[in-house]
């Protein structure tokens, strides 16, 4: 029989939980209120002992560890491999993931492994009438779709900011069970032979709560550099329309949109981005949104929570000088 | 031996087009439709594994008619073979038994070295279908990658994580979903397009490949509502000089930004 646990898929950056780990948390504690169960929190890989405590602060009331030397490094088929195994044997009610790349390759393997119900990018979940419920965005986010799982086990890839982290005042000492999984018993199919870490010292679209975006209106590749110094000033990250990114001006990890990263900041500064549609769906759910625009007319004014028209490389200077003094003034 | 790639198409309405009304119905403004882009990706990784290494590049697409469109258009850019799963008359809304299709047609179609597909479609954005159909045709994936090299059937394959790259190495067969950093996909030569009108399109359907239709009641999830996203509240155009703007813009925004640099994540 399933039980009424609540399990989130957490994930490590620099032995450190994710910003959307700690978001997993929130939303597990919330569900596990609701139903009853409790939280676990599941490692596949290793996890140090403060990075267990940080789970256990955040909400985890159990941390499971799952470990084996494949699991040491993200291959997308033993993780889930595991990850299934686990669910199969110990019947938690939900499974949650996030929506990093990494979750959403693993979640609907694992899925597809147990036949379970998956709701992928949720940005809202519920657990109601004894399931898991989830708001899913369609059609670039225009369209929004309440979902059920039919059976439980259940799964869920949650967005980036859908939920906020605790306060980080629950248990230090949480229990942390380590699974030792049996020498052979992954497929290790694929091997990760290397791994670069980008130290690139740029805030994440991810995790940031200000972007500044760039889009065509910046007229050349060198103007970007006015993004940059207002992201700079205000510890805020870098987007970018596609029509940027396809000419080269900066890389696609900084695309915003229906083919590049969805946001959800509290302050989106978008910076001569007319507001093609592909964009708009990936922005279109930050809290503030300013639109810096020279045309009047450009759609991205109709989500705009505060407009200005002008020349984008008049007033983006300006408005970094503002902020700048502003700063300074403490 | 030649590399042997399948790369699964969806056909997805043109952004902007879909909306849903009061009754949470869903409406299409024009009906067009398109090769949704990160397919189109996958097609194009395929295509210069193809002018690289010699391959035999399958388009494969499952649905309606209108994936002919695409199928058609995948051949006019180099492809060599199309096949067209028909769906089975209901509109299939299920990632797990669109999965199951695929996974059927490609076994039916002696199997695949290479499986490409889009990192996901823009519909969704769940890009749960391609680890799903790995799993289905019991191989390997890896996800969003944006180079692959293949040699003496070994795939090796780079992807971005959200904070490192990755290298990775597999023997065929291994499904790959495919980001955008692949390549912009190419355009249709003339003689591709003559080539491609000419080219006639196998077709399966879901009793040929020896599945039962698709039931909505048999799926794991159901829709309970659609609904409008709900719409911004109008926002204000600032008014008065550059700096008069500027000052009420920093003062509007005072109370959410924090002014402190974000820490950055690494692994």
Known sequence: MVGRDIWIWAEFCRNEPSPLTLELLAAGRFLADRSGGRVTAVVTGEVSSDGAATLGLYGADHVLVLSHPALARFSDEDHAHALAAAVKTRKPAVLLLGASIAGKSVAPRVAAKLGAGLLAECTAIDWTAETLRGVVPLYGGTVLATKEVVALPALAVMRAKSFTPLSPDGNPDVTVEEVRLAPGGLPERVKVIEVAVEETGEVRLEDADVIVSGGRGLGRSEHYKLV????????????????????????????????????????????????????????????????????????????????????????LPALTAAFRKRASEG | ????????????????????????????????????????????????????????????????????????????????????????????????????????????LGGADLVLVGRESTVANSGQVGPMLAEFLEIPHVSAVRKIWVENERVRVERDLEWAVETLDAAVPVLCTVSREIGEPRLASVKGVIRAKKTVISTFSISDLGLEPFRAGEARTRIIKLEAAPPRPRGVLLQGSLKEQIDQLVKLLDANIAMKRGSCCGR
Request: glycine share 12%.
């Open chain 1, 228 to 315: 940059r110094e207002l992201a700079e000033v205000l510890g805020a990250a870098c987007g970018a329309s596609r029509a940027i990114v396809d000419a080269g001006w900066v890389p696609y990890k900084h695309q915003v949109g229906q083919t590049g990263k969805s946001v959800k900041p509290k302050v989106y500064i978008a910076c001569g981005i007319s507001g093609a549609v592909q964009h708009l769906a990936g922005m279109r759910n930050s809290d503030i949104i300013v639109a810096i625009n020279n045309d009047v007319e450009a759609p991205i004014f109709q989500l705009a929570t505060y407009g200005i028209v002008g020349d984008v490389l008049e007033v």
């Open chain 2, 1 to 108: 031996m030649t590399v042997r790639i399948v790369v699964c198409l969806k056909q997805v309405p043109i952004p902007g087009d879909v909306r849903v009304n009061e009754a949470g119905e869903l409406h299409y403004l024009t009906g067009n439709t398109m090769m949704n882009l990160f397919d189109a990706h996958a097609l194009e990784g395929g295509l210069r594994l193809k002018d690289d290494v010699g391959a035999t590049v399958v388009v494969l697409g499952f649905g309606g008619g209108k994936v002919v469109e695409s199928l058609r258009q995948a051949v006019a850019m180099g492809a060599d073979q199309a096949v067209h799963v028909t769906d089975s008359g209901c509109e299939s809304i299920d990632s797990s038994y669109t999965a199951l299709v695929l996974a059927a047609a490609i076994q039916r």
